[in-house]
């Protein structure tokens, strides 16, 4: 069996075996029980069937890295032709405890790109016709919040408030449309210790970090650290570190 890939929107794990691809659900008090082993290319999903590769880079080799050109866009298409004629949302996203950003996305999946990410908070300040204006309109604004937040960041924040003060600042500079509080339901009363495991009772997933407890212990894993890894049936008894809270 691989981990071939994960949803960071509403938790779950891919793994393919001999008989195909079973989507694991990542719910709360769910027991996982994998074993990893070797790591190696993740390979490509195509028409709900896995293609191996055995390349050893991981999570992806060369041949199956796939870029999100609109990602990397400003206002100018980086496509052979434009598509991104939905209308888009601009909106800023809280992290605890204080770390804000700017983004924009497909109005309608705005909700769900807000959970991928594993925002606190967030607002949606604006509504623009089209992706290439809202690119523009992300990278001036840019300038001053940043766009993006790295996972580190993200899971040192884990067991922490927004600081609602400096988020109320934040928004005092804009007019938001719509605001969002969004609750994991981890019940984390301290910070969860940083592992690549897949053995535990599962907390629950904040964006693409997962949080399973296990010998007294919490610990919390980027998902996409455990795409590529052969993994076996059984609870690993792999030592870890301890958090302070099992002591």
Same mark, same amino acid.
């Given at each position: 069996?691989?981990?071939?890939?994960?949803?960071?929107?509403?938790?779950?794990?891919?793994?393919? &075996? %001999?008989?195909?691809?079973?989507?694991?659900?990542?719910?709360?008090?769910?027991?996982?029980?994998?074993?990893?082993?070797?790591?190696?290319?993740?390979?490509?999903? =195509?028409?709900?069937?896995?293609?191996?590769?055995?390349? %050893?880079?991981?999570?992806?080799?060369? &041949? =199956?890295? =796939?870029?999100?050109?609109?990602?990397?866009?400003?206002?100018?298409?980086?496509?052979?032709?434009? +598509?991104?004629?939905?209308? =888009?949302?601009?909106?800023?996203?809280?992290?605890?405890? +204080?770390?804000?950003?700017?983004?924009?996305?497909?109005?309608?999946?705005?909700?769900?790109?807000?959970?991928?990410?594993?925002?606190?908070?967030?607002?949606?300040?604006?509504?623009?016709?089209?992706?290439?204006?809202?690119? !523009?309109?992300?990278?001036?604004?840019?300038?001053?919040?940043? &766009?993006?937040?790295?996972?580190?960041?993200?899971?040192?924040?884990?067991?922490?408030?927004? &600081?609602?003060?400096?988020?109320?600042?934040?928004?005092?500079?804009?007019?938001?449309?719509?605001?969002?509080?969004?609750?994991?339901?981890?019940?984390?009363?301290?910070?969860?210790?940083?592992?690549?495991?897949?053995?535990?009772?599962?907390?629950?997933?904040?964006? !693409?970090?997962?949080?399973? +407890?296990?010998?007294?212990?919490?610990?919390?894993?980027?998902?996409?650290?455990?795409?590529?890894?052969?993994?076996?049936?059984?609870?690993?008894?792999?030592?870890?570190? %301890?958090?302070?809270?099992?002591?």
């Amino acid at each position: 069996m691989q981990i071939v890939g994960y949803d960071s929107s509403t938790g779950g794990l891919l793994v393919s &075996d %001999s008989d195909g691809l079973t989507y694991r659900e990542l719910d709360p008090g769910a027991e996982l029980e994998y074993t990893l082993g070797e790591r190696h290319c993740a390979g490509t999903v =195509h028409d709900d069937s896995h293609i191996a590769c055995e390349n %050893s880079a991981a999570p992806y080799c060369p &041949d =199956h890295q =796939h870029t999100w050109v609109c990602a990397r866009c400003t206002g100018s298409c980086l496509k052979d032709e434009m +598509d991104c004629f939905d209308d =888009h949302a601009i909106y800023l996203a809280a992290f605890a405890p +204080d770390q804000f950003k700017v983004g924009v996305t497909k109005e309608w999946r705005l909700e769900t790109r807000l959970r991928e990410q594993g925002a606190d908070r967030a607002a949606h300040i604006r509504t623009v016709d089209d992706g290439r204006i809202a690119r !523009r309109l992300e990278a001036e604004i840019a300038e001053e919040i940043p &766009d993006r937040v790295r996972v580190p960041t993200k899971l040192a924040g884990l067991g922490q408030s927004v &600081d609602a003060s400096a988020w109320q600042n934040l928004l005092d500079q804009f007019d938001p449309i719509e605001t969002f509080t969004f609750d994991y339901g981890l019940g984390l009363e301290s910070q969860p210790v940083d592992e690549t495991i897949a053995t535990g009772t599962v907390r629950g997933t904040k964006g !693409r970090l997962l949080v399973v +407890d296990r010998g007294g212990s919490t610990y919390a894993v980027d998902m996409r650290n455990l795409v590529g890894y052969e993994v076996t049936d059984g609870r690993s008894s792999r030592e870890l570190q %301890s958090s302070l809270g099992s002591f």
